[in-house]
């Protein structure tokens, strides 16, 4: 069974320093999609990044970029000029192969951004 | 709609009530999601919907808990005889299909049960 593990509950980060949240899945799959989403104290969930398994190239969306080690099962976020509105639950996510539907997620990390 | 909603936002209810939670998908979302987030906890797989059919509750909790979709679209999920461990925020989400290879799900902004 694929799992996601997240191993810092709570993270804090000067105002425009740079702060990495870590992630590590096991699964047997070859092909399958990793996320990172946000939630904000309003409970919405917020797509941070997608990573698509068969893609080498790590994504990037502005401040947001991953580094992913398929071979070691890692994928960890690095936030860039960390800003106030940062502050957050981050939550890493599995996305299944086609055919399969059940997105498993991590524990969260609680990120506090200081001023 | 333009987004996933979700209602109610909170619900306060008696324990040993019965209640209903309400998910209204993305339109021409065929796949539709319930998750349960517990404090301090990450979310939970609860049921998973293609169109009208549920061909995956194995993570509904007990039979109290139960749901539904109608016309491929609106989402009711049921907890009958709430107990105070149905304490969480009830999240649902939609996506175009099943399929990962282009689509990632949307969540709506959940409704917190409390038990009391």
């Known amino acids: 069974a694929q799992t996601v593990t997240q191993s810092q509950p709570e993270m804090s980060v000067q105002e425009a320093e740079t702060v990495t949240l870590s992630c590590t899945y096991d699964?047997?799959?070859?092909?399958?999609?990793l996320f990172w989403y946000k939630q904000p104290p309003s409970r919405q969930m917020i797509l941070v990044i997608r990573q698509e398994a068969y893609k080498q190239q790590n994504a990037t969306e502005n401040r947001f970029s991953v580094n992913f080690q398929k071979a070691a099962k890692s994928f960890s976020l690095k936030i860039s000029d960390s800003q106030l509105g940062d502050a957050a639950m981050y939550f890493c996510a599995y996305g299944p192969p086609s055919g399969t539907y059940k997105y498993i997620f991590g524990t969260g990390t609680r990120l506090k951004v200081l001023a | 709609g333009a987004g996933v909603s979700q209602s109610p936002s909170n619900k306060v209810t008696e324990k040993g009530k019965d209640v209903e939670l309400r998910c209204d998908p993305i339109s021409g979302h065929t796949a539709l999601y319930w998750y349960r987030q517990s404090l301090g906890q990450g979310l939970e797989f609860l049921i998973y919907?293609?169109?009208?059919?549920?061909?995956?509750k194995s993570g509904l909790p007990s039979d109290r808990f139960s749901a539904e979709r109608t016309g491929g679209s609106v989402s009711t999920l049921t907890i009958q005889r709430t107990q105070q461990e149905d304490s969480a925020v009830y999240l649902c989400?939609?996506?175009?299909?099943?399929?990962?290879?282009?689509?990632?799900?949307?969540f709506g902004q959940g409704t917190r049960l409390t038990v009391v």
């Open positions: 919907f293609q169109g009208n059919s549920a061909p995956d």
């Open positions: 989400a939609s996506s175009l299909g099943a399929g990962a290879w282009a689509t990632e799900a949307f």
């Open positions: 699964t047997s799959e070859s092909d399958y999609y």
